[in-house]
């Protein structure tokens, strides 16, 4: 419990800090990633009434769909997807590489809504191809952003870049989360406390790190000149 507090913290903060970068950058990127990380603070609060169903205030919950919070997961991890696919093309110039982010997207969105419908998983575990589907995206919306940046002189200034910091974040906790949350099913009915353990220490650790990485990426970027300010149309 107090692990996970402290994960709620750093992502708080992660936000606070955000928003103090966003008074001196304020474009559309920046205001899109503020909003995702305030909505991400407010959806781990809400997931938090899972851990009262059991003898408490909110013990009628038990025995209904509601009693995990697997749902609200779920629904937050669609959109947790679809911002990071679309993140990215804030930042690309080749409307080729738009085009097929923003139709990934439509596809993406339309394919987890008949998961949702038809799967028989949304109140019990992660979804699976979701996931696998969403971090694919995922992936290749930061790989298209990877090249960009190496054809251009934007490379020479990936210190100053925003959007970098996000990617590295972004990159390391879909790796690192996304087998974990394909078994989550097996997490919750787990009687190995070996697995248990490693499972908590995977899912809080690569938090602290992505979160910690944006703060470091807002801190950084805050005191140098944005290098796509001038270059982009935001």
């Known amino acids: 419990m107090l692990a996970l507090f402290f994960v709620h913290l750093v992502e708080t903060l992660a936000f606070i800090t955000g928003l103090v970068y966003y008074k001196k950058n304020k474009t559309k990127p920046t205001l899109f990633l503020v909003w995702f990380l305030g909505i991400t603070v407010c959806s781990e609060l809400f997931g938090w009434y899972a851990y009262f169903v059991e003898n408490s205030f909110l ?110 974040g972004a990159l390391f906790f879909h790796l690192c989360t996304t087998p974990f949350f394909i078994y989550s099913s097996y997490y919750s009915n787990s009687v190995d406390p070996a697995f248990v353990s490693l499972y908590r220490q995977v899912i809080f650790g690569t938090n602290y790190l992505l979160y910690s990485i944006y703060i470091a990426g807002f801190l950084i970027c805050y005191r140098t000149e944005n290098p796509y300010y001038h270059k982009k149309n935001f």
């Open 59 to 168: 013990s009628f919950l038990k025995g209904t769909p509601f009693e995990s919070n697997y749902w609200w997961g779920n629904i937050y991890s669609v959109i947790s997807y679809l911002f990071y696919i679309n993140y990215f093309k804030w930042y690309l110039s080749s409307k080729r590489s738009v085009t097929i982010l923003s139709r990934l997207s439509i596809f993406f969105l339309i394919f987890s809504i008949l998961e949702i419908v038809f799967s028989g998983d949304f109140f019990l575990k992660f979804m699976s191809i979701t996931n696998i589907l969403g971090t694919l995206f995922v992936f290749l919306s930061i790989a298209f952003y990877y090249l960009e940046l190496l054809k251009s002189d934007q490379i020479l200034q990936v210190q100053k870049s925003l959007p970098f910091y996000i990617s590295v």
